[in-house]
């Protein structure tokens, strides 16, 4: 029912199309490291709606980023792991860190699936960079017969949820505009993003190498193809500076 809801509450303001969805089902549904790109703090929202029927991904993310209303009950309802933010960690921190990806491990090894961000926060220009992250490659050693999809987003970049203005996007900070255009949708409807989610399940991922490999792949991928801000207004007949 939740799932429900929330796809109807996407389906107002996005135009979702997932591709690649039917060959991932069709190889079976167990034991896969969901690895996504991270252009808007919605997008987490969007992968689990278009992957949890199928899969049920135990999503690992930042408290920092679910610790608001109803966001952070969302986030337990489907058991999500969660992590300190780490732009400035301490020991305790760390330890936390470690803690989550010990729990993500034993997930993947019970044959659970697991969506995980590689660049372990929110994207600050374009391109997807992911520095020194080594959870991907700390997990792949660990289960090293996990499937990895990778999935690539476009279209959200722009976004109010986005660094696309130049700035850090806060959801509360635009959480009464976001209601007032929910609340005129059903009387004059909305502008809707476009958001392209693409799942692709490489053959030649280098599951055995280096960090340093491994991440030059996964940024390879993601940027791939051009992410160009969109910026789509919240009502028909705004300019378009929020998105």
């Known amino acids: 029912m939740l799932r429900g809801v929330v796809k109807t509450l996407l389906w107002l303001r ?3 199309e997932v591709r690649g969805l039917e060959a991932v089902r069709a190889r079976g549904g167990r ?8 252009p808007a703090l919605i997008d987490p929202i969007i992968v689990l709606s ?3 029927k199928d899969f049920l ?9 679910t610790d608001l209303p109803v966001i952070g009950w969302m986030a337990r309802r489907v058991g999500t792991v969660l992590i300190p933010d780490l732009t400035a960690p301490n020991r305790r921190e760390m330890r936390e860190v470690a803690r989550g990806l010990e729990l993500v491990r034993r997930t993947l090894e019970a044959g659970a699936n697991v969506l995980l961000y590689p660049g372990g926060r929110l994207a600050r220009e374009p391109e997807e960079r992911l520095g020194r992250n080594g959870a991907v490659e700390r997990l792949l050693k660990a289960v090293p017969d996990a499937r990895v999809v990778l999935v690539r987003q476009r279209g959200l970049w722009g976004s109010s949820f986005s660094w696309g203005f130049g700035r850090e996007p806060h959801v509360l900070g635009y959480l009464p505009m976001q209601l007032a255009a929910l609340a005129a949708a059903g009387i004059v409807g909305l502008p809707r993003r ?14 055995t190498a280096g960090r340093a490999e491994v991440n030059a792949y996964l940024e390879n991928f993601y940027n791939a193809i051009p992410n160009p801000v969109v910026r ?5 007949w705004r300019s378009g500076e929020r998105a």
């Open 232 to 236: 789509v207004p919240y009502f028909w």
């Open 57 to 65: 991904p135990i999503p690992l993310a930042n408290g920092k980023r």
């Open 194 to 207: 476009r958001a392209v989610l693409e799942l692709v399940e490489p053959e030649d991922f280098p599951r």
């Open 31 to 38: 034991k896969i490291l969901f690895l996504p790109n991270h």
């Open 50 to 52: 278009a992957l949890h």
């Open 14 to 16: 996005y135009r979702v």
